[in-house]
C-alpha cells in the first residue's frame, strides 16, 4: 500500500495501459471508497488527484469528464458516510453497556456541529482521515442535512480543483516526476499540518487553564 500511495504516477500509467477507459470506473470506486467508508481512510486521496492530474496534463485522461467523475465519487462517498453516521450513531450513543459512547458525548458532537459543522465539512476535506471521518460524525451529530449537502459539495469541488490543478501544472515537470514519492510526502505532510496546529493550540489552552487554576 506505502509503495501503492507513493509510486501511484507509475501505478496509474500501468493501470491505464491493461484496462484503458475502465481506469475511470477505478478511480471513482477508489475515491468513493477513501471518502464514504469510514474503514478505508489509507486510501490515496491527494497524491492519486496529483497524479490524475498529471496525467489528463499529457492527454491520456480527460480532464472535464475525470473533474466531473470524481466530484461524484467525493460527492456520493460523503454523503454516504453522513447517513452511516446518522443511522448508527444515536444507536451506538444510546447503549448502556459501552462506557464512552453515551447520550452526552451525543449532544456534544451536536453542538459542535451546529456552531462549527460548516467550516469543518470544508477544512476537514484537505486533511487525510479526517475527511473520512468528518462526514460520519457529521451524521452522528444530525448536522442538517441540507446545510451539509451543500458545503459538502463546496468542499468537494474545492479539493479536487487545488489538487487536480496542481498535477496539472506541475506534475510532469522533470524534477517532479523523478522525486515523485518526496512530492507525495511532502504533500501528505502540508495536510497534516491543520491538525498538528490544532493540537499544539488545544495543548496550550489545557496549559493556560491549569497556569490560571
Not at 497524491?47 to 489528463?56: E, R, T
Not at 473533474?67 to 454523503?79: E, I, Q, R, S, Y
Not at 474545492?158 to 516526476?177: M, P, Q, R
Not at 499540518?193 to 489552552?205: C, N, S
Request: aromatic share 16%; hydrophobic share 50%; proline share 3%.
Amino acid at each position: 500500500m506505502i509503495d501503492f500511495i507513493l509510486h501511484f504516477d507509475k501505478h496509474l500509467d500501468q493501470i491505464i495501459q491493461s484496462y484503458g477507459s475502465l481506469t475511470y470506473g477505478l478511480l471513482f470506486l477508489i475515491l468513493f471508497a477513501e471518502t464514504g467508508l469510514v474503514v478505508t481512510p489509507f486510501l490515496p486521496g491527494d497524491s492519486l488527484l496529483f497524479a490524475v492530474g498529471a496525467v489528463a496534463a499529457r492527454g491520456v485522461l480527460d480532464a472535464k469528464s475525470v473533474f466531473a467523475l470524481l466530484l461524484v465519487a467525493v460527492f456520493t462517498g460523503d454523503n454516504v458516510n453522513y447517513w452511516f453516521g446518522r443511522y448508527l450513531g444515536p444507536r451506538v450513543f444510546s447503549r448502556d453497556d459501552v462506557r464512552f459512547l453515551n447520550r452526552k458525548h451525543l449532544e456534544r458532537t451536536q453542538e459542535f456541529f451546529d456552531k462549527h459543522g460548516s467550516k469543518t465539512v470544508i477544512y476537514a476535506r484537505f486533511v487525510p482521515i479526517v475527511r473520512t471521518c468528518t462526514p460520519f460524525v457529521a451524521g452522528i451529530g444530525r448536522m442538517a442535512y441540507a446545510r451539509f449537502m451543500a458545503f459538502s459539495v463546496a468542499g468537494c469541488a474545492l479539493w479536487l480543483s487545488v489538487c487536480l490543478t496542481a498535477g496539472y501544472f506541475f506534475g510532469n515537470i522533470e524534477v517532479v516526476k523523478k522525486n515523485f514519492s518526496l512530492v507525495v510526502i511532502g504533500i501528505i505532510f502540508v495536510s497534516l499540518l491543520p491538525l498538528f496546529f490544532e493540537y499544539m493550540k488545544q495543548r496550550k489552552q489545557v496549559e493556560g487553564s491549569s497556569t490560571g487554576a
